[in-house]
C-alpha cells in the first residue's frame, strides 16, 4: 500500500532550510537594530545553525537559547524545539528544552536588579512562554507519530500480501492434495481393474488379434499406472503430507472418532444407506471440528452426537451438542477458520450450517444436507 503523501512532503529538504533559515534571519532583524556586537553574533549563530538542524537536533536548539536570551527571537528556536520534538523521543528532554526556552525568553538581558513588579511580570512572562513552546514541541510529536502510523501502516499491508500469499498457496497445496486423493482414489483404481480385466481377456482370448488386443489393453493400462502414481508422488510432495492420500473417512469412522474424542462424547441415531460419499466426508468433518472446539474451548463438557434424518425425507444431518464448561479454558493457537470452512463445506452441498450457544451456556452445532450430493 502507497501511503498518500501531503504536497509540503515532496518539497527537497534542502528548500525547506533555506526558507527556515531566511524566515529566522527576518524574525532576527525585526529586533537588532540595537543590539551589540555579542548580541548580533548569536543570532547570526543561531541562524546558521538551523541548516543542520535535522542532523544535530538538540545541539543547533542549545545554540538558539543564548540569542533567545540576548534578543527578543521566536523563530529560530520555535524551528529547532520542532525538530528536536520530531526526533527525539525522549519526554523529559523535551519538557527541559521549553522550560529552559521559556527562562531564556523571560529573563531580561542584560542582568540587572528586578524590582517586586518586575519579577511579577517576569514569572507571568516566563509561564507564557512556557505555555507558547509547547506549541512546537506538540506539533513535533504529532508528526512523528503520524510518520510512525504511516510506517506501521506499510507493515501490516506488507504482512497482509504475506498472509495472502501463504493463504494461496495453502489454496493451491490442498487442491493438489485433493487432486491426488482423487487420483488415488478413483482413477487409479479404475484403471487397475481394466490392467486386470485385460490381463483375464488375454489369458482366456483364443484368437491371436483379440489376445494382443487384449495385451495392448494391459500394457497402456500398466504404463498409465505408472505415470499416474509418478503425477501422484509429485502432487502429494507439493502439496500435502503423505497421509493425504489414505482413504476419506466415511460414516463408518463416526464411532471410531467419537470414543477417540478424548470427552465424555455419546453417538446417537443413524442415517440413511443412500447417504453420498462426499455428505459422509462432511458430516464427519463437522464432528470432528465441533468435538475439537470442545476440547479446546469447553474444558469438562460432555457432548452428544446426534444423526438425524427429515420426516418428510428432504434432508438428514448431524447435530454436536456440548454442555457447559467445568473448567477454565486455556488460550491455545487456532486459526478461527473451521466453522467458517464447515459452512462453505455445507454450502457447497446445498445444505445449511448453523451454530451458536445454547439456553444452559453449552455451544451448538447443526449440519443439514440433501439426500444426493454427488
Known amino acids: 500500500m502507497t501511503v498518500p503523501r501531503a504536497w509540503w512532503t515532496r518539497i527537497p ?53 543564548p540569542a533567545s536570551l540576548m534578543l527578543d527571537i521566536v523563530f529560530a528556536p520555535f524551528a529547532a524545539l520542532f525538530t528536536l520534538a520530531e526526533r527525539s523521543r525522549n519526554r523529559r528532554l523535551l519538557v527541559v528544552c521549553a522550560v529552559l526556552f521559556a ?45 510512525d502510523l504511516a510506517r ?16 494461496s498457496q495453502a489454496v493451491l497445496a490442498r487442491e493438489r492434495a485433493q487432486l491426488a486423493r482423487e487420483m488415488h482414489d478413483v482413477v487409479s483404481h479404475q484403471v487397475s481393474l481394466i490392467a486386470v480385466q485385460a490381463g483375464a481377456l488375454q489369458v482366456a482370448a483364443t484368437d491371436p488379434d483379440f489376445r494382443e488386443g487384449a495385451r495392448t489393453i494391459r500394457s497402456l493400462s500398466v504404463d498409465t499406472l505408472d505415470e499416474l502414481r509418478h503425477m501422484v508422488t509429485l502432487l502429494r510432495a507439493s502439496g500435502g ?23 465424555d462424547a455419546a453417538l446417537t441415531g443413524e442415517l440413511p ?3 453420498s460419499t462426499t455428505a459422509q466426508r462432511a458430516v464427519y468433518r463437522t464432528v470432528q471440528e465441533a468435538l475439537t472446539n ?16 427429515a420426516d418428510d425425507g428432504t434432508a438428514f444431518g448431524v447435530t454436536v451438542t456440548n454442555t457447559p464448561p467445568t473448567r477454565p479454558s486455556l488460550p491455545l493457537p487456532g486459526a478461527h477458520q473451521g466453522l467458517i470452512g464447515l459452512r462453505e463445506r455445507a454450502e ?27
Not at 123 to 140: D, E, I, R, S
Not at 241 to 263: C, F
Not at 294 to 309: E, N
Open 13 to 65: 529538504d534542502p528548500v525547506i532550510d533555506a526558507m527556515v533559515v531566511a524566515v529566522a534571519v527576518g524574525d532576527v532583524l525585526l529586533s537588532v537594530e540595537e543590539a551589540g556586537p555579542v548580541s548580533q553574533a548569536m543570532a547570526a549563530l543561531a541562524c546558521a545553525a538551523l541548516a543542520v538542524r535535522r542532523r544535530f537536533p538538540l545541539p543547533v536548539f542549545l545554540l538558539t537559547l
Open 103 to 147: 527562562l531564556a525568553s523571560a529573563l531580561p538581558w542584560p542582568p540587572n536588579d528586578l524590582t517586586s513588579h518586575d519579577r511579577t511580570w517576569t514569572l507571568v512572562y516566563f509561564f507564557y512562554t512556557l505555555a507558547t513552546a509547547a506549541a512546537p514541541v506538540l506539533l513535533g510529536q504529532l508528526v512523528q507519530a503520524r510518520r
Open 152 to 167: 506501521r501502516l506499510v507493515e501490516i499491508e506488507e504482512a497482509r500480501e504475506h498472509e495472502r500469499l501463504l493463504h
Open 241 to 263: 503430507r503423505a497421509t493425504e492420500l489414505t482413504p476419506q473417512p466415511t460414516l463408518a469412522d463416526l464411532h471410531k472418532l467419537v470414543t477417540t474424542s478424548g470427552i
Open 273 to 275: 444407506p443412500e447417504v
Open 294 to 309: 470442545v476440547r479446546k474451548h469447553a474444558p469438562g463438557a460432555s457432548a452428544t452426537v446426534r444423526l438425524w434424518r
Open 348 to 374: 457447497l452441498l446445498g445444505g445449511t450450517f448453523e451454530s451458536g450457544p445454547t439456553a444452559d451456556g453449552g455451544y451448538e452445532v447443526t449440519l443439514g444436507v440433501p439426500p444426493r450430493t454427488d
